[in-house]
């Protein structure tokens, strides 16, 4: 594999080289935890950030459930770099390892990752076949079981949005539900990342109506973008998904959201089109940079809210 850069696109292989020296080299903060296999049978794991060994509160994040959205897991990669490099020198960083565990999932959409790099760099699904079709790919945002298959969904298995044979009918919607489930009690909060509309959505997505703690979720993606365009300026939107970008149902914040994680966010990520999905290597630093800090301010107030 090739060598791991933080502001490069890093191919499969290299993030799971990465993945195995984080834990190695700091033992004492970072755990892999194997969730399952993809489709293809790639092993799925998620890097456990923190110091104790303690079933606190904790932060489910993932990455990369769409294919070619790339700068989503350059930013899961750059934030754990940012944990465990800050946690020696930096207050804040060693206050949230200290009291909170990051569950941070770096590639959902493996199979469909390692497709973009070899064969179809627009690719967003995942790989599985469809059955009495020739296409392939369920669209993992719209496979997990709350209102699957409904609103801003499709069950064509050519369309970019199916919606699979049924809800959780995909290996890696089951692995990340499955641990989502068993860890349910500690999880107090679910962060999706994807790219790019530069927007912080929450639930709902599959409805109009408003979620119970929607004024909350509001203001908490106000504080985190006022921190993220406090370094460049960049211009975020924030507000419920359905109003905000687009209805869609089986998407992964509304299902940990109707589990009981009652702080679920998705980020879309920069930019606003220029150069969408192919957002250039030159771009990765500024975003990883600004992100963080929402993600620290989500992580902060998700640590003052929990007992
Ligand atoms: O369509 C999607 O899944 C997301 N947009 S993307 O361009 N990254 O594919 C939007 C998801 C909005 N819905 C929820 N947040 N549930
Ligand atoms: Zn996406």
């Given at each position: 594999s090739q060598k791991h850069k933080y502001n490069k696109y890093n191919d499969w292989d290299t993030i799971t080289d990465w993945a195995s020296k984080m834990a190695s080299e700091h033992s004492d903060l970072v755990r892999l935890i194997d969730i399952g296999n993809t489709y293809e049978g790639r092993p799925m794991t998620v890097l456990r950030v923190g110091q104790s060994n303690a079933e606190g509160p904790a932060i489910f994040m993932d990455c990369g459930i769409h294919a070619r959205e790339w700068i989503s897991p350059a930013f899961c990669q750059w934030f754990v770099r940012e944990l465990v490099s800050g946690y020696s020198k930096n207050e804040e960083i060693k206050k949230l390892l200290t009291n909170l565990t990051f569950y941070i999932l770096p590639v959902l959409n493996i199979d469909g990752y390692v497709y973009t790099w070899t064969e179809d760099r627009m690719w967003r699904k995942n790989r599985s076949p469809a059955e009495d079709s020739d296409c392939f790919g369920t669209d993992l945002n719209r496979n997990f079981n709350v209102s699957w298959c409904d609103i801003g969904s499709s069950d064509e298995p050519c369309t970019e949005i199916y919606c699979g044979k049924s809800a959780q009918s995909e290996e890696e919607?089951?692995?990340?539900?499955?641990?989502?489930?068993?860890?349910?009690?500690?999880?107090?909060?679910?962060?999706?990342?994807?790219?790019?509309?530069?927007?912080?959505?929450?639930?709902?997505?599959?409805?109009?109506?408003?979620?119970?703690?929607?004024?909350?979720?509001?203001?908490?993606?106000?504080?985190?973008?006022?921190?993220?365009?406090?370094?460049?300026?960049?211009?975020?939107?924030?507000?419920?998904?359905?109003?905000?970008?687009?209805?869609?149902?089986?998407?992964?914040?509304?299902?940990?959201?109707?589990?009981?994680?009652?702080?679920?966010f998705t980020f879309e990520l920069r930019d606003t089109g220029k150069r969408g999905f192919l957002l250039p290597e030159s771009q990765i630093r500024a975003t990883c940079k600004e992100t963080t800090l929402a993600i620290k301010y989500i992580a902060n107030y998700v640590l003052s809210h929990s007992s």
């Open positions: 919607t089951k692995n990340v539900a499955n641990f989502i489930l068993s860890h349910l009690k500690s999880i107090k909060a679910y962060i999706s990342i994807h790219a790019f509309s530069q927007m912080i959505l929450y639930p709902y997505s599959y409805t109009y109506e408003l979620a119970p703690n929607s004024k909350e979720l509001g203001e908490i993606s106000k504080g985190a973008i006022s921190e993220l365009s406090s370094l460049y300026k960049t211009k975020y939107v924030y507000g419920p998904s359905a109003s905000t970008i687009y209805p869609t149902s089986g998407s992964s914040d509304d299902w940990a959201y109707s589990q009981g994680i009652q702080y679920s």
